[in-house]
Nanobody, 122 residues
């Protein structure tokens, strides 16, 4: 079994910054992509940013220029640096590990963390 543990959420004023972290643990052979999604009340979960094992990144339009995703493959950890935060960034942020293999021959499975809340308010 694989567990994802997120940290770094909290309350921040508009224009402020936060850094989210997510560490994957358990029996892990490889993880293809790691990323962050968010969900606000009454809305569907949406992509924020992803990064592949090779370093290719993908950002939602709302995150471009303000958020930076990075990954430590050796530690199976992904980070999301969020700058210039806006009230509309308020949401629960979920870590995702996509294409996780526990051995080289195992099927790839996706895993989700439990989420960390981010509130942007004055």
């Amino acid at each position: 079994q694989v567990q994802l543990v997120e940290s770094g959420g909290g309350l921040v004023q508009p224009g402020g910054s936060l850094r989210l972290s997510c560490a994957a643990s358990g029996r892990i052979f490889s993880i293809y992509a790691m990323g962050w999604y968010r969900q606000s009340p009454g809305k569907q979960r949406e992509l924020v940013a992803t990064v592949t094992v090779g370093g290719s990144t993908n950002y939602a339009d709302s995150a471009k220029g303000r958020f930076t995703i990075s990954r430590d493959n050796a530690q199976n950890t992904v980070y999301l640096q969020m700058n210039s935060l806006k009230p509309e960034d308020t949401a629960v942020y979920y870590c995702n590990a996509g294409g996780v293999r526990t051995t080289w021959y195992a099927s790839a499975i996706d895993y989700w963390g439990n989420g960390t809340p981010v509130t942007v308010s004055s």
